[in-house]
């Protein structure tokens, strides 16, 4: 690995359970633990990683699917774990007993050093007491996982503009989610400025923060019920060719797995 790149799995993503892995020469970091620690352990061996040699754990938020593993990971491998105030307060039970030294805050809205990386949070709109997303600096490249969110905001947008790389969700389908199963409550939080992206919602905000150093678009977070994977990359494929940014030239487009990893690849 060149010292001023870094590495990144997408090692889960979906509504079962999601989990990221950042990588550089000095630090290696887990954002989410959203599986069983096993499952999660058993995504590491996937990338021959071992992660008794990871550092922390980021914490976007307290659902289920980003937090079920935090505690076992956290205490079986000894590891820093991070999250805002709210956040903290909202999961404390939820991940059982850490010792003092291991819990730490991330402010939204701070950028914190990690080793050789600068890592910045921002606040999302979902139905959270206090969700976040991360960027990932270092020497000049950029990698943005935005996921858990109703809408992208102006603000949200500048802070991610020009990424060299995206784990960008692309939650639904409108009309599947609206002729199918889900309650009628369910479909209105999903589709509220509190919900999540549809895959519409994610082209529209690409076509507006892709720049000259994008490279790599992972689409994430996709529901099983409401969602395809074909469906999602070609909404998300039109939209972008309608504005002449690339795809399938400078651009690529990459599918991500609720139960395995991908490919690590280097920002």
């Given amino acids: 690995?060149?010292?001023k790149s870094f590495k990144v799995s997408v090692l889960a993503s979906g509504s079962s359970g999601n989990a990221l892995y950042i990588e550089t020469l000095k630090k290696r970091i887990l954002v989410d633990a959203g599986l069983t620690g096993k499952k999660i352990v058993s995504l590491f061996e996937e990338i021959d990683c071992n992660p008794e040699?990871?550092?922390?754990?980021?914490?976007t938020h307290e659902h289920s699917d980003h937090i079920r593993g935090v505690g076992v990971m956290a205490r079986k491998f000894q590891l820093d774990v991070y999250a805002n105030?709210?956040?903290?307060?909202?999961?404390?039970r939820k991940v059982g007993e850490l010792k003092p030294a291991q819990k730490h805050i991330f402010k939204m809205g701070e950028v914190q050093t990690f080793g050789d990386?600068?890592?910045?949070?921002?606040?999302?709109?979902?139905?959270?007491?206090?969700?976040?997303?991360?960027?990932?600096?270092?020497?000049?490249?950029?990698?943005v996982m935005l996921t858990d969110t109703g809408y992208v905001s102006d603000h949200v947008r500048g802070v991610i503009c020009n990424a060299d790389a995206y784990l960008m969700e692309s939650n639904h389908d409108v009309q599947m989610l609206r002729m199918g199963s889900y309650?009628?409550?369910?479909?209105?939080?999903?589709?509220?400025?509190?919900?999540?992206?549809s895959n519409e919602d994610s082209a529209r905000a690409l076509?507006?923060?892709?720049?000259?150093?994008?490279?790599?678009?992972?689409l994430g977070h996709l529901s099983k019920e409401n969602n395809?994977?074909?469906?999602?990359?070609?909404?998300?494929?039109?939209?972008?060719?309608?504005?002449?940014l690339g795809i399938n030239e400078k651009i690529k487009i990459y599918d991500t797995y609720a139960d395995r990893a991908t490919e690590i690849f280097e920002v």
């Fill in 183 to 197: 309650t009628w409550n369910l479909k209105q939080r999903i589709l509220s400025d509190k919900g999540h992206l």
């Fill in 53 to 59: 040699s990871l550092d922390a754990i980021l914490v």
């Fill in 228 to 244: 395809l994977k074909d469906l999602a990359r070609m909404t998300v494929e039109d939209t972008l060719k309608e504005r002449c």
């Fill in 1 to 3: 690995m060149d010292k």
């Fill in 85 to 92: 105030e709210a956040t903290w307060k909202a999961i404390e």
């Fill in 207 to 218: 076509a507006e923060v892709l720049g000259d150093n994008t490279k790599r678009i992972y």
């Fill in 117 to 143: 990386i600068d890592i910045e949070s921002f606040g999302v709109s979902h139905d959270a007491v206090s969700a976040q997303c991360y960027a990932f600096h270092k020497d000049g490249k950029t990698f």
